[in-house]
């Protein structure tokens, strides 16, 4: 079974993130970068169906050169392989370009029967981009997945969302989206982190998944920032320490507030 | 004045809040039309609450169908009104689904998406909250046709009368091979708190709430205030409380009038999912946590002396 991940570089949570001045882009240069959570977990589910049912599993990312080292951290994992879109003019490229070049890059490779995302980057948070690929390859999409099951022909999963949990069944190829619920990533080995180096990481051009330029990056997205800055700060509230009437006294400050 | 899209988002014959909201948010860029996609009869018992928030009209998509498939049919019956009405945009909540629903009808249409906006304007331009709250940004799309998801809470629904107009829309035939289908569903238990992205009031516990059964206390909290429970990522992970009622990056973003935190760090992760709430209330042993740099009122305590308190004194004042 042909497996691609796809997995997304993003800046640390823990770190403090920001848009540039220049163009609203993602300041990629004042964050630590990390292979996003989330993609971690899908890159477990790709391993988990490769060990039960054989196959490959490739990783895809698109973003700038310094995304290998989310790329390498796949590959110790125990993914085989890689693809890395990476091309100046992505830069600044809206979700639906991203799809769009995702699907591409996926379409450079030979009969791929599933695909794997996160539900939901950390910095974007379009949750959507998933969706997009699948609607651009014609293909089912089974998303939000907190389980995962595949013989090889067909795939189903166990959706959780705001309405309960559904179950959910397509046959292969299809695309599959998983929570953080899913499964508990592995760590990478030491012979994994050594053998990653050797693993093959082929670098695309936006013209060899066969876009043109044009069509993607700052200046043509369908979407454009207009403007952007960090948030004022908070006022600072009151901070009272509790002598023993502290519940009535956080009474007293509703009520003030009229939200009692 | 072009029409603006608004898919509804409805359970158990109910139009939910977030509906309301986006309705309200339609009337400043055009002429407010709802969507409703859903099983036949549907529309039927939503369209007094469409009309009563300025639905001029109401596109009636019914179809055994809408049920049994994932996203798509939603998707087909939007792209399908995209053509033939050219609205200026279709606005979608920033659920899980309604996520989905924009990102494919962008795709589809070669609309952009502008997403999880928190406000809109008559121009058509959103505004974002970034990385937890610490950011913010607007953005427009330069295509014919935005397409927007809008976080539910943060616009104020307000009523005006529409015209209300019933108009037909067929719902294509999805093709099993391209579609998901949906084999079972179990929903989640409705329960008598209102829905976490809807109510008013969030009441959150954190690991410092130390176990299950102590969430007793936070429920009790939650229920004097009428509010929805919610939980860190820590407490869920501790199996203290069940998954979907995660706040956080990687669970519901909420803004409700009032959060109060218990036993919650703060952690920047945890506050991306609730520092837009209008006032927020953190009840922490350490007077060094980071909940207390975004309160507005901070008490520093034990929970379990301060929660039952507080729940009582609610209570008192009630009756
Ligand atoms: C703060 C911020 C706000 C933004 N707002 C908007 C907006 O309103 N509209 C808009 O069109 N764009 C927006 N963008 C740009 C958009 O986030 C990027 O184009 C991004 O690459 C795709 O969206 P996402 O990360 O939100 O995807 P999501 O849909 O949240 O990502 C889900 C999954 O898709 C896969 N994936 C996503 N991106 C990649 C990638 N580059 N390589 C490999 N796999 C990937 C991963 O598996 C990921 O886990 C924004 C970006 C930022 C940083
Ligand atoms: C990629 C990523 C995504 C994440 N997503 C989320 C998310 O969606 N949501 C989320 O919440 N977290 C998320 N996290 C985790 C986040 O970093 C924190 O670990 C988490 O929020 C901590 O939860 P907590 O505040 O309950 O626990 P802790 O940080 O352990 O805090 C417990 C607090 O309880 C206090 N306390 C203890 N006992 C009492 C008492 N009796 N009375 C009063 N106070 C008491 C302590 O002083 C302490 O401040 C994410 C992390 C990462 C890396």
């Known amino acids: 079974m042909n497996i691609v991940v796809l997995v997304k570089q993003v800046p640390d949570t823990w770190s403090e993130r920001k848009l540039s001045d220049a163009d609203h882009t993602l300041d990629r240069a004042s964050a630590d970068a990390v292979l996003d959570e989330i993609n971690e977990r899908a890159v477990e589910e790709a391993l988990l169906a490769k060990e039960a049912q054989g196959g490959e599993v490739t990783v895809v990312c698109m973003g700038p050169e310094r995304a290998n080292e989310a790329i390498r951290k796949a590959l110790s994992m125990g993914a085989d392989s890689a693809v890395h879109v990476s091309d100046e003019a992505l830069h600044g490229s809206d979700a639906v370009q991203t799809a ?11 009969s791929v029967d599933l695909v794997i995302a996160g539900n939901e980057s950390t910095d974007g948070r379009a949750g959507a981009v998933p969706a997009m690929v699948a609607e651009l390859l014609g293909w089912p999409q089974l998303t939000y997945a907190r389980k995962l099951d595949t013989d090889g022909q067909s795939v189903s999963i166990e959706r959780e969302s705001d309405a309960g949990v559904a179950t959910v069944e397509a046959n292969l190829p299809a695309l599959v989206s998983v929570t953080e619920k899913i499964n508990e990533p592995r760590y990478p080995s030491f012979k994994g982190i050594m053998a990653a180096k050797k693993k093959p990481v082929s670098t695309l051009s936006v013209a060899d998944v066969g876009l043109s330029a044009d069509e993607v990056g700052l200046g043509s997205a369908p979407t454009q920032v207009v403007s952007s800055a960090p948030a004022p700060p908070k006022e600072a509230g009151v901070k009272v320490t509790d002598e023993g009437e502290g519940g009535v006294q956080i009474v007293e400050f509703l009520s003030g507030q009229k939200l009692v | 004045m072009s029409e603006v899209l608004v898919l509804v988002d409805h359970a158990a014959g109910e139009v939910r809040k977030v509906t309301l909201e986006l309705l309200t948010a339609a009337r400043r860029l055009g002429e407010p039309a709802a969507v409703v996609v859903g099983e036949s009869g549907t529309a039927g018992k939503l369209a007094d609450s469409l009309t009563a928030y300025g639905a001029s009209k109401i596109y009636v998509a019914e179809s055994a169908e809408a049920g049994q498939y994932l996203i798509t049919p939603q998707v087909d019956v939007l792209a399908s009104l995209v053509s033939s009405a050219q609205p200026a945009a279709v606005l979608v909540p920033a659920s899980i689904d309604g996520k989905e629903i924009a990102g494919r009808l962008a795709v589809r249409t070669g609309s952009g998406l502008l997403s999880e906006a928190v406000d809109l304007d008559a121009e058509g331009v959103a505004a974002h909250s970034l990385f937890g709250g610490a950011y913010q940004a607007s953005a427009k799309a330069t295509t014919a046709t935005t397409v927007v998801t809008v976080l539910p809470g943060s616009v104020e629904a307000e009523a005006a009368s529409g015209a209300g107009e019933q108009v037909t829309a067929e719902v294509p035939a999805q093709d099993a091979g391209r579609a998901a289908t949906v084999t079972g569903h179990q929903p989640a238990e409705a329960g008598d708190r209102p829905e976490l992205t809807e109510a008013g009031v969030v009441v959150s516990g954190g690991r410092g709430v130390g176990s299950a059964e102590n969430f007793a206390v936070i429920e009790k909290l939650a229920d004097s205030l009428g509010a929805a429970v919610g939980a860190s990522r820590a407490a869920v992970d501790s199996g ?33 999912g609730m520092q837009t709430s209008k006032t927020i209330v953190a009840v922490n042993k350490d007077p060094e946590a980071p909940i207390f740099d975004i309160a507005d009122y901070g008490m520093v305590g034990d929970l379990f002396k301060v929660a039952p308190q507080l729940t009582d004194e609610v209570e008192k004042r009630k009756s």
Request: charged share 10%; proline share 7%; net charge positive.
């Open chain 1, 100 to 110: 769009r070049t995702l699907a591409a890059a996926i379409g450079t490779l030979e």
């Open chain 2, 240 to 272: 203290y409380y069940p998954p979907q009622f995660q706040v956080g990056q990687t669970g519901k973003t909420v803004s409700p009038q009032l959060y109060v935190a218990l036993g919650i760090s703060g952690a920047i992760q945890h506050r991306a």
